[in-house]
Nanobody, 125 residues
């Protein structure tokens, strides 16, 4: 069974840091773009960051300079380092995989076919 499992969420004070992990299983994702999205209560799921198969990265304007996406292909894992967290970063964070091999990095959620179950991040003020 192909799946993505996120971990690392939790409660943190404003200004703090968290590191999210997304572990893939059932297949390798080394040739795929991987993305992070988030969904706050009452809002649509929005793009956060993505990393391509060759290491290219893109970020949402709201997190650029504070969040860093990375991948460890040998471990089939993607990470999201989140620094200088703000209360508005509170959301459920989802990892996703674009199944096109060697594809162009994208920020649209409908370009991603496989999704994890999400991990809650809560930032207190």
């Amino acid at each position: 069974q192909v799946q993505l499992v996120e971990s690392g969420g939790g409660l943190v004070q404003a200004g703090g840091s968290l590191r999210l992990s997304c572990a893939g299983s059932g297949r390798t994702f080394n040739s795929n773009t991987m993305g992070w999205f988030r969904q706050a209560p009452g809002k649509e799921r929005e793009f956060v960051a993505a990393i391509s198969w060759d290491g290219g990265k893109i970020y949402a304007a709201s997190v650029k300079g504070r969040f860093t996406i990375s991948r460890h292909n040998a471990e089939n894992t993607v990470y999201l380092q989140m620094n200088s967290l703000k209360p508005e970063d509170t959301a459920v964070y989802y990892c996703a995989a674009d199944l096109r091999k060697w594809g162009t990095i994208r920020d649209r959620r409908d370009e991603y076919e496989i999704w994890g179950q999400g991990t809650q991040v809560t930032v207190s003020s």
